[in-house]
């Protein structure tokens, strides 16, 4: 059998709380190919995260139980691999990029400390051996590579002394930091004006496809998608409810919820749509 980069299958996980067991994923299956990007989209409350912290293998269990299901990376399991060799693959081959930059940067450290640090691990977790000037050589380029214009004075800064764009692009930095095949996003810029969103936006997905990397963008937002993916899976209730190519999702939406994500996209040119009809701001 032929595996995707990335494979979910079947996944369904329950949370027991206050002694009540309520099922939230109900059977989820997703393909993500290599250097494919593909969204997870549907509202708050669908199972985005969950689906997102089973892969990342950070839900926590108890008080959440996967009761069925199996997620391969690169053909391995990894709800059955040794939990070392999972932790080898985090932020490694897959990485995640948070939609919340203040909460995701530590306030007290400046982004070069939190950046040299994230490498001092990823090395380490990969028998690399790189001297510390060398690793503040690959923060520099790094943060380069996400368009900051002054590398070294971004390095320097406490992430209150940053932009909300500027500590974004500082989070997609951090998850490019390894060399990593998989981007896991969680909704990038979602906490930014329009503009700056649509420029980060772009950022990551020039970035995806430069180094030929996958990308799973999880979002409530059918307009991010538009921007980012090829490949669309629905999600309501914790269940994939429509899968297929973005434009032809656009174009018609088979079930009524992903008619009515459509309906709701805010548009990036300002404007929101309704129906088929757009009204401009
Ligand atoms: N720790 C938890 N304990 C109990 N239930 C939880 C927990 N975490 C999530 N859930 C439930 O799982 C369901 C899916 O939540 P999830 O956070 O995955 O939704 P989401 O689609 O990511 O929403 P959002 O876009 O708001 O982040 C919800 O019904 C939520 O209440």
């Given at each position: 059998m032929s595996f995707p980069l990335l494979r979910v299958e079947n996944l369904s996980v329950s949370f027991t709380t206050y002694g009540q067991t309520v099922p939230v994923l109900h059977g989820v299956s997703l393909d993500v190919p290599a250097r494919s990007q593909v969204a997870l989209v549907g509202e708050s409350g669908s199972g985005k995260t969950v689906t997102m912290k089973a892969i990342m293998g950070l839900l926590r269990q108890p008080p959440a139980r996967i009761t069925s299901g199996a997620i391969y990376y690169d053909g391995a399991d990894l709800l059955t691999m040794p939990e070392k060799d999972r932790l080898k693959l985090r932020g490694t081959a897959m990485s995640m990029v948070f939609q919340d930059p203040m909460s995701s940067l530590n306030p007290v450290f400046t982004i070069a400390d939190q950046m040299a640090t994230i490498l001092k691990y990823a090395d380490?977790?990969?028998?690399?051996?790189?001297?510390?000037?060398?690793?503040?050589?690959?923060?520099?380029?790094?943060?380069?590579?996400?368009?900051?214009?002054?590398?070294?004075?971004?390095?320097?800064?406490?992430?209150?002394?940053?932009?909300?764009?500027?500590?974004?692009?500082?989070?997609?930095?951090?998850?490019?930091?390894?060399?990593?095949?998989?981007?896991?996003?969680?909704?990038?810029?979602?906490?930014?004006?329009?503009?700056?969103?649509?420029q980060i936006l772009k950022l990551l997905r020039d970035l995806v496809e430069a180094r030929g990397l996958a990308l799973l963008m999880i979002t409530h937002n059918l307009g991010v998608v538009r921007e980012t993916c090829n490949t669309v899976y629905v999600m309501q209730k914790g269940v994939i409810v429509e899968k297929g190519e973005t434009a032809a999702i656009f174009e018609t939406p088979a079930h009524d919820y992903t008619r009515s994500l459509i309906d709701a996209v805010p548009r990036l040119t300002g404007g929101r749509r309704f129906g088929t009809a757009e009204v401009q701001s």
């Open positions: 380490r977790r990969l028998g690399r051996a790189r001297s510390s000037r060398d690793r503040m050589q690959r923060v520099y380029d790094t943060l380069a590579q996400v368009r900051m214009r002054d590398p070294e004075r971004v390095a320097r800064a406490y992430p209150i002394e940053l932009s909300g764009g500027m500590r974004q692009r500082v989070l997609i930095a951090m998850a490019l930091l390894s060399e990593t095949d998989l981007l896991i996003a969680d909704e990038p810029g979602t906490a930014l004006d329009v503009t700056t969103q649509a």
